[in-house]
């Protein structure tokens, strides 16, 4: 009799054993799925942080690409251009002859007084000269000055609106000693004139 009872739960007891090991075996996976999609929101979060991170760099990039090219704009705006004598074929003291002329208008108009002028042509350590000797004629000039502190101040302005580019690498100022509203300059200066 307990045979014929116990086969009597036989099925039930297997289909609930089956059911019970189904339902493991599904919630085994259902966990390591549920872990699963876990990771791939805690990968996603991640990701999209560092989205966000990487996009705002961009941004910082690109506003600092636009400012550098403003900045590089505005420089070519205000660039002077070199001076290009009318003639070809001439040496350097010829080709710079008209860029000097225009320098010693300023500083006759000025009223300032010339003590001395040395001249270097095409200075073996200036970088056009170097870079483009052929393309490029350069004078360095040692000016030895004398005037006023208007006079020197007007002339300085008018140098900086000239016209083409020149390159001032020295200023040597001091008072006279009997008179100190008179000024001693020594004064050294880079004309570029481009060959044409």
Do not use: C, W
């Not at 660039?79 to 006759?108: M, Q």
């Amino acid at each position: 009799m307990n045979n014929e009872k116990l086969k009597q739960f036989a099925i039930p007891l297997a289909i609930a054993f089956a059911a019970i090991i189904l339902s493991i075996f599904i919630g085994s996976k259902l966990t390591a799925n549920i872990q699963q999609i876990l990771e791939y929101k805690t990968n996603i979060t991640t990701k999209e942080q560092q989205l966000k991170e990487l996009q705002t760099k961009l941004e910082q990039f690109k506003k600092e690409a636009a400012d550098e090219a403003r900045r590089t704009a505005e420089n070519a705006a205000k660039s002077k251009p070199f001076y290009k004598p009318a003639a070809t074929g001439l040496n350097t003291e010829a080709v710079i002859a008209g860029e000097f002329t225009e320098i010693l208008e300023l500083i006759r108009a000025n009223q300032i007084k010339v003590r001395s002028i040395k001249y270097e042509y095409d200075p073996q350590d200036d970088a056009f000269v170097k870079g483009a000797g052929g393309k490029y004629k350069a004078a360095r000039l040692n000016m030895e000055m004398i005037s006023t502190y208007t006079n020197y101040d007007n002339f300085l302005k008018e140098l900086y609106k000239h016209d083409h580019f020149l390159d001032i690498q020295s200023v040597e100022i001091v008072p006279y000693k009997k008179n100190k509203q008179i000024l001693l300059i020594n004064f050294k200066l880079k004309l570029y004139s481009q060959m044409q």
